[in-house]
């Protein structure tokens, strides 16, 4: 029973580009969105989030959309860059109650030089 | 200075045998947790604790035995280790309570059972 699926196991953009990580989810109790990335033999890092008052959450390069009628939610990265090749995990829980994180499985993104 | 920095970071063992993995975090945060990956990818929680007392088990096998001594350590215990218990556990520490739910992550142990 995933409640978090993020269904591109993996994404190749070249340099310059954007590129775009999506993540749709089933629990409609999930207020509040996260994405996090990591790399190769280390611990994800936190990167973006959202809640759900929002529709748009923009840092820097990253832009994250929220569209919780379609329960969807997205990862822009422009412009894309090497150093940003990695795995992104999307993640999601409600606020103020449940400590619990619940991740999606991952997209493995591959920016080429 | 790393935050949240969990030891060993590779663990080879035999099946049967008890080993923990320890964690402990300086960001001062009162919640702790430890996660699993397994071969699947999937990234799920085990247990979560604050300030010393457990809030979340998640239908985990009773061979694992979280210990919290204090507010900043979280040690992970497994008895009679099983080939299936090889994976990749994290530990992670956050704010109860704070306006959504920022989780800091460590690197990672690796376990490996053979």
């Known amino acids: 029973d995933q409640q978090v699926k993020q269904n591109s196991p993996s994404l190749s953009v070249q340099e310059g580009r954007i590129s775009i990580l999506n993540c749709d989810y089933t629990?409609?109790?999930?207020?509040?969105f996260l994405w996090y990335k990591k790399y190769p033999a280390e611990g994800p890092t936190f990167l973006i989030s959202?809640?759900?008052?929002?529709d748009k959450n923009e840092d820097g390069r990253f832009t994250v959309f929220l569209n919780k009628s379609a329960k969807h939610l997205s990862l822009h990265i422009v412009p894309s860059q090497p150093g940003d090749s990695a795995v992104y995990f999307c993640?999601?829980?409600?606020?103020?109650?449940?400590?619990?994180?619940?991740f999606g499985k991952g997209t493995k993104l591959t920016v080429n030089p | 200075d790393t935050a949240v920095s969990q030891t060993p970071k590779y663990l080879v063992t035999q099946m049967g045998n008890d080993k923990s993995i320890k964690c402990e975090q300086n960001?001062?945060?009162?919640?702790m947790y430890w996660y699993k990956q397994d071969s699947k990818k999937f990234l799920k929680i085990m247990f979560s604790?604050?300030?010393?007392?457990?809030?979340i088990n998640e239908t985990v096998p009773n061979r694992f035995s979280p210990k919290s001594p204090d507010k900043a350590h979280l040690n992970l215990h497994i008895n009679s280790l099983e080939l299936g218990d090889s994976a990749v556990y994290f530990c992670?520490?956050?704010?109860?309570?704070?306006?959504?739910?920022?989780?800091?992550f460590g690197e990672g142990s690796w376990l490996t059972v053979v």
């Open positions: 992670a520490s956050s704010h109860h309570g704070t306006s959504g739910n920022t989780i800091y």
């Open positions: 629990n409609s109790m999930f207020d509040y």
């Open positions: 959202i809640s759900s008052i929002k």
């Open positions: 993640a999601a829980n409600t606020q103020g109650g449940s400590e619990k994180l619940v």
């Open positions: 960001l001062g945060h009162d919640t």
């Open positions: 604790y604050n300030n010393k007392e457990l809030i």
